[in-house]
């Protein structure tokens, strides 16, 4: 299988507005909170599923750590609730820009509101490679304008 990915010298010198083929955890979790609500360009794969892996570890320590034995959950509710609030904005912006790098539009991630069949829909549409083609959803940094040319005043006929 061939990567997308250009040959950058140091991993922190991948730019932000590109994705990150092969990301080693701990880069994909910083650049996970780096663009915590950007929802325009690329994510890789390695990028989506280590920020998702992180998350389940996070939230399975806050549940355990929360519960006791007779059955109470409210610290646990709590810390859950915190957690879920500093991160359903950057993890929707992940999973819209992991759907942009397999050429998909982040539309689709409405499918998780349909039970079962959406979500496996979109498990699957997250596990696609990267299409080259997913470039249209990158934003290039703004090109200035070339100056315009001065015209002779008052107009000359």
Not at 64 to 74: E, I, L, V
Request: glycine share 8%; aromatic share 12%.
């Amino acid at each position: 299988m061939s990567s997308y990915q250009p040959a950058y010298g140091a991993p922190s010198s991948v730019p932000l507005e590109l994705p990150y083929y092969g990301a080693p955890p701990v880069e994909a979790v910083k650049r996970f909170w780096k663009k915590y609500a950007v929802f325009a360009g690329r994510a890789s794969r390695s990028e989506y599923w280590w920020w998702a892996l992180a998350s389940a570890i996070v939230s399975g320590v806050l549940n355990a750590a929360g519960s006791t034995t007779d059955g109470r959950t409210a610290t646990s509710a709590g810390l859950s609730g915190l957690w879920f609030l500093a991160t359903v904005v950057p993890s929707l912006a992940v999973g819209a820009r992991r759907l942009h790098d397999a050429n998909l539009s982040a539309l689709l991630l409405l499918l998780a509101l349909i039970p079962v069949l959406g979500w496996i829909a979109l498990l699957v549409m997250m596990i696609l490679p990267p299409n080259p083609a997913g470039q249209r959803f990158d934003r290039l940094p703004a090109q200035p304008y070339p100056p315009y040319p001065e015209a002779p005043y008052p107009p000359q006929a």
